[in-house]
């Protein structure tokens, strides 16, 4: 049950030291940094800093393809080492792509990837995209199915500052810069870097760093989200969910949906569906009790359409780099 605790902590806590996460869970830091390790090199643990689309002029668009099965998965990858995309995943039987696009807002000098390059991309048989008008549950908010074996009192002293990776408006004057381009590369890379780590990308000071994180985070232009595999906290069927909710109800029943404990993300779109979602659920069975029971009880709910994801290719931040082969020690003659 420990380790349990300790995934949902390190969920919890993002960029919390780990003598903080230690000393909430009663264990000692190197069993916490033991522990940590581990997650990293078996489970893909991976925390990334990523700004707030709103704050850095972007707006997110969710991208549907539809291609030959041969040609899928060489798709997929192609989209997933692109600087302007997250969270690429092969769903419906390896015959559908599901991306999130990053656009400049505003205009379409930067939407090379929708209007260009996709259009032109031979394999592709259907293209739809939808833009992300508000997120309900995902990106600074976690999926609660992570922090379920942590208590209140745990979650509560793991919790950031108040005003940090909140949902609410970014306060004014918080806005990314181009100065903050380094700093959010590093971060990208990895979100547990020190400041000293920080300070060397960008040629600031640490104390000028730890200013301008704090600042940032306050104002909702910076959160931080954890990459790990989601089968190891129970989630083993995965599925997008698309659905189409009377206008006047649209708030009402995407807030009701972001409190779900089986949706890991919940979105208002454009298109002929303005809800999307993703549900977590622990096998088929759950998914399909989620789908009869807990949706079929939304009356403003009148269509429903259901893709299982069969895997991510990409999540929240850039790819990995691969890591370096080992070396086996040199025999001597």
Known sequence: MRSRRGRRAERSSRRSGLSR??????????????????LCAEAGLRVVGLPGPRRAGRSQWLVRLTAAPLSA??????????????????????????AVVHTPAGG???HSLLLHDIPRTAGITAVSAHCLL?????????WHGRTAFV?????????????????RPPTAGQALADADGELLAALERDGRAGHAELAAATGWSPATVARRLAALRAGGALFFDVEMDDTLFGATTQAML????????????????????????????????????????TDPVALHHYLTHRLGALGALHTLETAPVLRTVKGAGPLAAPAAPRRSP????
């Open 21 to 38: 996460i230690a000393a909430v869970l009663g264990v000692s830091t190197q069993t916490v940094a033991r522990r940590y390790r581990r």
């Open 242 to 281: 698309w659905m189409t909710v009377v206008p006047a109800h649209l708030d009402e029943v995407a807030t009701a949906l972001a409190r779900h404990d089986e949706l890991a993300f919940v979105a208002a779109t454009t298109g002929r569906t303005n809800v999307v979602a993703q549900a977590l659920c």
């Open 330 to 333: 040199s025999k001597r003659r």
């Open 108 to 110: 379409a000098g930067g």
């Open 134 to 142: 508000h997120t309900y549950l995902g990106g600074p908010t976690a």
């Open 73 to 98: 998965q060489d798709l997929a990858h192609a989209l997933a080492r692109r600087a302007d995309t997250s969270w690429v995943k092969l769903a419906s039987g390896g015959t559908e792509i599901i």
């Open 151 to 167: 208590t209140d009192r745990q979650r509560r002293q793991l919790a950031p500052p108040e005003g940090a990776e909140s949902a």
